[in-house]
């Protein structure tokens, strides 16, 4: 590994803690966890997903996934109900407080990205744009 390697992989890390630093100072997400927050997310983009489509998402084993949803459900931000068409099916959705809270969680989010793209030239974010774009390409073979 080069210098130049090492010291990306350092620069990386560095971001990466200043960002989550900023981000739990400012968000309300009652102290959650990634996971957590990650499955707020899911299920906004999937509303009434099943316990199986969310531990398989999540590559975890079905009682993880209960408990999760367990702890997220305790404070109100998810809920469990009966599928319309299979009673037997119990579907997992937001709530109209866990969508209020991750949409300002995600705002907030946004707004902290640009104030710290802020500080890059247009030419830099072009470029930092393409650079992202093939480490995704990279990482997602």
């Known amino acids: 590994m080069t ?4 010291q990306l992989i350092d620069a990386i890390f560095r971001l990466s803690r200043v960002m989550k630093k900023d981000n739990n100072a400012d968000n309300n997400l ?4 990634m996971l957590q927050v990650q499955t707020l997310v ?4 999937n509303p009434d997903s099943q316990m199986g489509e969310i531990a398989s998402n999540f590559s975890i084993e079905l009682p993880s996934a ?4 367990n702890k997220l459900a305790k404070v109100n931000l998810v809920l469990r109900k009966a599928d319309k068409k299979d009673r037997r099916l119990v ?6 407080k866990g969508e209020l809270l991750l949409n300002k969680a995600i705002k907030e989010k946004e707004e902290k990205i640009k104030e710290n793209l802020s500080h890059l030239s247009e030419t830099d974010k072009t470029d930092l744009l393409r650079i992202i774009g093939k480490m ?3 990482s997602e073979k």
């Open 3 to 6: 210098t130049q390697d090492t």
């Open 30 to 33: 009652y102290h959650l966890s």
């Open 42 to 45: 899911f299920l906004k983009k």
């Open 66 to 69: 209960t408990s999760l949803i």
């Open 91 to 96: 579907r997992i959705a937001l709530t109209g």
């Open 136 to 138: 995704l390409q990279g």
